[in-house]
């Protein structure tokens, strides 16, 4: 069975710092990994998709980076603001096309 | 568009009641997932679709949850009759194409069972 976990389960950092999110999983045999952002009482929405043979993808400040072998994730946010608070949550795909969900980072980044 | 529209955005019922929440649009060769959002338990899976066939309801409370794609484009999950510890929100989500594509979320159902 599938388990993802986050660590920090809560992160505040003054506005402008650099910052890293991580997401463990235990079965490697995945077909991708997915980073969300969800805002208070909001849906989520998707930030960066990650396939099972890539090693990283970036989009504007957010870099994500796979180890499939080790079964981590991390979710790199540079220059962060205070529009980046909200909670992260990362998401693997296996086999059987079960999307499992860690339970989040809830970032807090101070003006 | 991967846009998904889930309705209601707010429901509060009384215990015992039926809910059906659903989501649209749902397009042909999706995979189409529920979750259930706590505070205590994060996100839970309650149950997976692909081509309006079930792969996994494993997750939900089978005598009173029900999960289905009445038509093409839209899946319902029901739930009869509802209980207080059922209040939640309540996402859909659908995968286009194959497995190793991004899943595009609803705005949720918030739902209270007084």
């Known amino acids: 069975k599938q388990e993802v976990t986050q660590i920090p389960a809560a992160l505040s950092v003054p506005e402008g710092e650099n910052l890293v999110l991580n997401c463990s999983f235990t079965d490697s045999a995945i077909y991708n990994l997915q980073w969300f952002r969800q805002d208070p009482g909001k849906g989520l929405t998707s930030l960066l998709l990650?396939?099972?043979?890539?090693r990283e993808q970036t989009s504007g400040r957010l870099n994500a980076s796979l180890d499939k072998s080790s079964g981590r994730s991390t979710l790199y946010i540079a220059a962060s603001q205070p529009g980046d608070s909200a909670t992260y949550l990362c998401?693997?795909?296996?086999?059987?096309?079960?999307?499992?969900f860690g339970k989040g980072t809830k970032l807090t980044v101070n003006p | 568009d991967a846009r998904v529209t889930q309705t209601p955005r707010h429901k509060v019922t009384e215990m015992g009641q039926e809910v059906t929440m659903r989501c649209q649009p749902i397009l042909g060769h999706n995979t189409v997932f529920w979750y259930r959002q706590t505070m205590m338990q994060g996100l839970e899976l309650l149950a997976y679709f692909r081509n309006r066939a079930p792969l996994d309801d494993s997750g939900m409370p089978k005598d009173r949850f029900s999960a289905e794609m009445p038509d093409a484009t839209l899946a319902t999950l029901k739930i009869q009759p509802s209980e207080p510890r059922d209040s939640a929100v309540y996402f859909c989500a659908r995968a286009p194409g194959p497995p190793n594509t991004e899943a595009f979320f609803g705005q949720g159902t918030r739902l209270t069972v007084v």
């Open positions: 998401a693997v795909k296996g086999g059987s096309e079960k999307l499992v």
């Open positions: 990650i396939q099972s043979s890539q």
